[in-house]
């Protein structure tokens, strides 16, 4: 599965701070049972708007880790919060439908 959220850098901060904790954070999470990993991406033509895409063996697994969320976890979400929006866009299965260019693998 796939979870998606949208962040939103506040005046006065930057997008790059913002990836600081992000990174931090994330590779603590990615420890989790179930993370296959995650992305951030910059909107193009507008840099003050990140989206992140977070991918799971399963809803269960997320859920579990999200209950669970270590101390050093929430003080680095914590920290990154004063700068940015967080906008949860969903969870969403793996694709049913998939179409691929022709000479794709």
Do not use: N
Not at 39 to 56: M, N, Q, S
Not at 67 to 95: L, W, Y
């Amino acid at each position: 599965m796939k979870y998606l959220f949208e962040v939103r850098i506040k005046e006065g901060h930057t997008a790059e701070e913002y990836a600081d904790a992000w990174v931090r954070a994330s590779e603590l999470i990615q420890q989790a049972p179930g993370a296959r990993g995650t992305e951030l991406h910059r909107k193009i033509g507008d840099p003050d708007t990140l989206i992140a895409i977070a991918r799971w063996d399963s809803k269960a697994s997320r859920d579990a880790m999200e209950s669970d969320h270590t101390p050093e976890i929430d003080a680095i979400i914590k920290s990154a919060a004063p700068g940015c929006e967080v906008r949860v866009i969903g969870e969403f299965e793996e694709p049913e439908w998939v179409v691929m260019p022709p000479d794709s693998p």
